[in-house]
């Protein structure tokens, strides 16, 4: 899929986040190069820097789709097949199980009708900005320079930072983003290798399988963790995780105490020194821990409590 045309072009920005995403040209067709106009530059400083933010993501989708067949890119009715009300909705698209891609499909358009599936949406690009549905279609302004992209409650991305290329950002530290939702377990995976051998989930063991969960008690307390297969080659990597963002909270609360753990060799280490903010958006709070320098390697228990 092709990343980007002409100035006015805003459909092809969807191409970002498309499995497989180019910007490519052939002899004797017009330049394209997206630093050739200020505007479609800094629209692909934006779409791009995001794609860039979930290669983790995107990376163990095809795991994923490696042992089980599940296709990257998902008709809705995949994840919320009781839904009669998606069969026919063709004009969006889902990233696995929780990340919903909606492009501007009309030239000009100044608005957007987006169906969203029953729960809490948080758009990628401005946790901020949020849709609680029941399942029905919700109208929104269409941005001029990018689509919407929304993760749903109950999933955990994994994220890495932006950079010029992939082997650049493969070093950047992670970065959990939580999204909570009511009465859903929230539950996330990261598939770790090298990146270049061609047979994932190899016998020489050259990889690591990290999965995260987040439950919320009605003790005020949020519980993350993690559970890692295979650990060695994510540590023999030291990639660590930095931060952890919580989206989701329906009370405006404040982090009162943490209690950070790593789980080693059938021990426990107690983590100090970690940062934590807290933000109300709208009907949400937003909490950020960061600070953590844990090992994604190393099995973690992060205990949040709240005033």
Known sequence: MKLVTFPDDTLSFLGAFYPFARNHAAKGTLYHELYRWESVAASSRKVLGLRYRLLPYLYTLMFEAHMS??????????????????????????????????????????S??????????????????????????????????????????????VMQGEALTTAAAR?????????????????????????????????????????????????????IGSSVTNRRYALSQRWIIEKITVLGLEEERKVKGYRMQSLVGGGRRNVYGLFTSSTCYGPFEMVEVSGLNQLIGEDFRLELNFS
């Open 69 to 110: 067949g599940n296709p990257i890119a998902r008709p809705l009715f995949f994840s919320f097949p009781e839904d009669t009300k998606i069969y026919r909705i063709d004009s969006q698209f889902l990233l696995g199980g929780g990340v919903m891609v909606s492009p501007i499909l009309q030239p000009g358009a100044t």
């Open 112 to 157: 957007i009708n987006i169906y969203f599936p029953a729960g809490n949406w948080f758009d990628l690009f401005d946790y901020s900005s949020t849709v609680s549905s029941t399942g029905n279609p919700v109208t929104l302004v269409a941005p001029p320079d990018r689509p919407y992209v929304h993760v749903r409650e109950g999933n955990i991305l």
């Open 171 to 223: 070093k950047t530290p992670f970065h959990l983003l939580v999204v909570l939702g009511r009465g859903v377990n929230s539950s996330g995976q990261v598939y770790l290798d090298d990146g270049v051998q061609l047979q994932m989930d190899n016998a020489e063991g050259q990889w690591s399988l990290a999965k995260f969960y987040a439950d919320t008690l009605p003790s005020n307390q949020v519980i």
